[in-house]
């Protein structure tokens, strides 16, 4: 489903995307976990492990599916990420079982009613409490309460992170810092009736520094492969794997950006600038939404959607939204077509050196695998 007279896709909440994978994994496991039964249906097993690859979207792996053999041989199709789609908002959304709006980390960065701060999410930069901040009683938490027994397989430095205490509190933390330990973590924990998480976040880290169309980027797919297809062969047949990403992502060439150190107008009414390159939280000094909304239309054009946030809600991007959490959106949210990214170098310095982006709602960004091995 498309946005009218743009090329965005729309989250699939309840359906296909990536918050119903636990919720489905759940009923394949002959478990039911608290709200509606997700669409998405998995076959049934004792077990399951899944990899999450940072990065991978549908459309990515359908391109380059010569260097992804293993892969593009497993059953399954495509799902979506949340909105943004970006890495928090879905690795959140994948242990919670909730979209955007119920969880409340809603992009890259995102301001903190409370304080007026920009809180960024992957970094947990300010001092925000993640239970308070996520007060939801996880996925993870609800398959351990029925006896399953969950873990999640991750690199050593994440164990205690904000991200990982409001996104996946209830597993049971393994370090891996290797392909290697990751495998041996993975083999070890899937031993009777349990749910083990794999992330990897190479690819991801690779497509940022070098884009998505560069040979980089296709040795790590290749790696991935690999990976996955060790995995499958070293599990036990009972054992399922599901392979799944949190968002795609798009290269934006120079001419694509627009920078707005350069283009101060853009600032007028503008207290704070959040989210990121391809998807802007924008919050609003007290009556500067309308001239806001304007001025954003009039210089962006076709280059970007950009609505308030009653609109963004309205239109279903972040599912439904609680009261807590709407004050962390933006009150005007910008999201890029095509390559186009809006860049705030005196903000976000970082960004600038970035080749591969995401957060918008194109079908490179929101398309992503759910494939069962």
């Known amino acids: 489903m498309t946005l009218p007279g743009f090329e965005l896709r729309l989250p699939a909440y309840g359906e296909r995307s990536i918050a119903d994978v636990v919720p489905a994994v759940a009923a394949a496991l002959g478990k039911r976990l608290d709200g509606p039964a997700p669409g998405l249906v998995l076959p049934p097993a004792p077990a399951y492990v899944v990899l999450l690859v940072d990065g991978l979207g549908q459309q990515l792996l359908e391109r380059y599916a010569h260097a992804a053999p293993f892969l593009t041989s497993l059953r399954g199709g495509s799902g979506t990420a949340g909105v943004p789609s970006t890495t928090a908002t879905s690795l959140t959304s994948l242990g919670t079982g909730l979209t955007p709006g119920q969880h409340g980390l809603v992009g890259y960065t995102a301001r903190v009613p409370e304080t007026g701060e920009l809180l960024n999410h992957l970094q947990w930069d ?195 939204v609680e009261a807590r959490v709407a004050g962390r959106l933006g009150d005007v949210m910008v999201a890029c077509h095509d390559d186009v990214a809006v860049f705030s170098t005196r903000d976000f310095p970082r960004e600038q050196q970035m080749v591969g982006l995401h957060g918008s709602l194109t079908r490179d960004e929101m398309e992503i695998p759910i494939l069962v091995g």
């Open 126 to 320: 300010r001092d925000v409490d993640p239970l308070a901040y996520q007060p939801h009683e996880t996925a993870f938490d609800q398959l351990s309460a029925l006896g399953i027994y969950v873990s999640a397989v991750n690199k050593k430095q994440f164990a205690t992170s904000g991200l990982t205490r409001a996104a996946h509190r209830g597993a049971a933390y393994r370090g891996a810092d290797t392909p290697g330990d990751r495998l041996a973590q993975a083999l070890e924990a899937a031993d009777g009736p349990s749910f083990t998480y794999v992330y990897d976040g190479e690819l991801d880290k690779v497509g940022h520094q070098y884009g998505v169309a560069s040979a980089e980027w296709l040795v790590e797919l290749q790696l991935i492969d690999e990976f996955a297809e060790d995995l499958r062969s070293a599990l036990p047949r009972s054992v399922r794997l599901l392979v799944v990403a949190d968002h795609g992502m798009i290269d934006s060439p120079a001419a694509s950006r627009v920078e707005l150190d350069r283009l101060s107008h853009l600032r007028r009414g503008v207290a704070l600038v959040g989210g990121e390159a391809r998807f802007r939280h924008l919050y609003v000094k007290p009556g500067a939404l309308d001239d806001v909304l304007a001025g954003w239309r009039e210089e962006l054009g076709d280059r970007a959607t950009v609505l308030s946030r009653d609109e963004a809600v309205e239109r279903g991007w972040f599912g439904s």
